[in-house]
């Protein structure tokens, strides 16, 4: 089976109190693992108040019908596809969705080098760092 990568950012279109917030984002969360099992996908999710910055690995249709979920998805605005392309293995296959929380002083380190402005940020720099925190962080859910 051939793999393939996916690395995307979007800005966070909920618009509710913390607790609606953290309720959605524990939604995205069930939903995604529910969905990825099904079909191979694996993968870890960051958020902030801001923005969601993601890695998608699997199948290549799976992949992508997968990312053509979260760019109809009414809570993620300006997606920007950042990577999508062949992998050898796989960096989170223990995880159906890995997911590093809200801590915005770890998003914020990829938010200081890169604005998150599209001409700057590389799939690569948001994978790498997505992976550093998954495996570094105890709190993983």
Do not use: C
């Not at 993620?76 to 159906?96: C, I, K, M, Q």
């Not at 380190?109 to 105890?138: C, Q, S, W, Y």
């Amino acid at each position: 089976m051939s793999l393939y990568r996916l690395v995307y950012y979007s800005e966070n279109r909920i618009s509710s109190s913390v607790a609606d917030l953290q309720a959605e984002v524990e939604e995205i969360l069930a939903q995604s693992r529910r969905n990825n099992a099904l079909v191979g996908v694996t993968g870890a999710l960051m958020f902030s108040s801001g923005y969601f910055g993601q890695v998608l690995e699997g199948p290549q249709a799976a992949v992508e019908a997968t990312f053509e979920r979260i760019q109809q998805d009414p809570r993620h605005g300006d997606v920007a596809l950042l990577e999508f392309a062949p992998t050898d293995t796989r960096s989170f296959d223990t995880w159906a969705m890995a997911y590093v929380g809200e801590d915005s002083a770890l998003f914020a380190h990829v938010g200081r080098e890169t604005g998150f402005d599209p001409d700057k940020i590389t799939g690569e720099a948001l994978f790498n760092r997505l992976r550093a925190m998954v495996a570094t962080n105890a709190a993983v859910a």
